[in-house]
T-cell receptor, first 114, second 114 residues
Framework: DAGVTQSPTHLIKTRGQQVTLRCSPI?????VSWYQQVLGQGPQFIFQ???????GRGNFPDRFSARQFPNYSSELNVNALLLGDSALYLC?????????????FGPGTRLTVL | QQQVKQSPQSLIVQKGGISIINCAYE??????FPWYQQFPGKGPALLIA?????SEKKEGRFTISFNKSAKQFSLHIMDSQPGDSATYFC?????????????FGQGTILTVHP
């Protein structure tokens, strides 16, 4: 069975640019969450989406936005990139929005901002 | 704001030894405490989790010990193997309306020498 897939694997951008990251959840999973993992630190929660609606947002600026599509895939957009946005961006999916449902993480997209 | 503190940052153990990683939390609303294992190039994967109504949970060589009054929990890896070499993250979640937001510790890089 395919796990959570993310694209692209790696991405290099320059300051001020915009980036879109993509996530396909495990088949049957309706909830997607996004996390930012800066090198040497634990992942930090950015967003959670369930049934195409934003259900939760972490402490990130408005430059970060996301959406979920009818097929439950999701995109994370980051505008006006800063050097500090360089990180591994992880997508996690689970069956529903229930808090205790196991979250399955994808391999991430490595974003480098120069 | 670091709500889950993890130690040590790195750990070197001989094959067959016991690996111990500790975490402490501040938010008393946390009621679910998972541990994740992350290999290079991969996303975190759930290893074992515990609720605060029990003081210990064991799955194979992995054991979580939980001390509610001290707001601390730890992961013990018995008979550590070179294949256990990875980064380990503790995490915490507050149920109810938390929409499954995981708060992660900083991570521990475990190296098991053969």
């Amino acid at each position: 069975d395919a796990g959570v897939t993310q694209s692209p694997t790696h991405l290099i951008k320059t300051r001020g640019q915009q980036v879109t990251l993509r996530c396909s959840p495990i088949s049957g999973h309706k909830s997607v969450s996004w996390y930012q993992q800066v090198l040497g630190q634990g992942p930090q929660f950015i967003f959670q989406y369930y049934e195409k609606e934003e259900r939760g947002r972490g402490n990130f600026p408005d430059r970060f936005s996301a959406r979920q599509f009818p097929n439950y895939s999701s995109e994370l957009n980051v505008n006006a990139l800063l050097l500090g946005d360089s990180a591994l961006y992880l997508c996690a999916s689970r069956t529903s929005a229930g808090s205790y449902n196991e979250q399955f993480f994808g391999p991430g997209t490595r974003l480098t901002v120069l | 704001q670091q709500q889950v503190k993890q130690s040590p940052q790195s750990l070197i153990v001989q094959k067959g030894g016991i690996s111990i990683i500790n975490c402490a939390y501040e938010n008393t609303a946390f009621d679910y405490f998972p541990w994740y294992q992350q290999f290079p190039g991969k996303g975190p994967a759930l290893l074992i989790a515990i609720r605060p109504d029990v003081s210990e949970k064991k799955e194979g060589r992995f054991t979580i010990s939980f001390n509610k009054s001290a707001k601390q929990f730890s992961l013990h890896i018995m008979d550590s193997q070179p294949g256990d070499s990875a980064t380990y993250f503790c995490a915490a979640l507050a149920g109810g309306t938390s929409y499954g937001k995981l708060t992660f510790g900083q991570g521990t890089i475990l190296t098991v020498h053969p």
